[in-house]
């Protein structure tokens, strides 16, 4: 069973920066990406990228703006994210999937990080 723990979330202005990590405790030579949730509404798709880094996928809301990448070395991903807006605000989750597929669906989940933009 991987394990797997987001950090870098917290509080930044409209139009500031944030860079979210995460941690698997194992490899898992799959795709892997990040999530976003708020409350009352359904979890929603960010962004992901396959085991080599040479394919990534974004939402249409953040792409430009933010940015996923991995270090398989140490068996992290990351999610550079600027231009942050308040729409942005949500507990961001990160997931691996054992499937080689940028849209391979996850199988392993973090615990969530919160992010959130004040206006």
């Known amino acids: 069973q991987v394990q797997l723990a987001e950090s870098g979330g917290g509080l930044v202005q409209d139009g500031g920066s944030l860079r979210l990590s995460c941690a698997a405790s194992?490899?898992?030579?799959?795709?892997c990406g990040w999530f976003r949730q708020t409350p009352g509404k359904e979890r929603e798709f960010v962004a992901a990228?396959?085991?080599?880094?040479?394919?990534?996928r974004y939402a249409d809301s953040v792409k430009g703006r933010f940015t996923i990448s991995r270090d398989n070395t140490n068996n992290t991903m990351y999610l550079q994210m600027s231009a942050l807006q308040p729409e942005d605000t949500a507990v961001y989750y990160c997931?691996?999937?054992?499937?080689?597929?940028?849209?391979?669906?996850?199988?392993?989940w973090g615990q969530g990080t919160q992010v959130t933009v004040s206006s």
């Open positions: 997931y691996a999937s054992r499937r080689m597929s940028v849209s391979g669906t996850p199988d392993y």
């Open positions: 194992a490899p898992t030579f799959g795709s």
């Open positions: 990228i396959t085991w080599g880094g040479g394919t990534t």
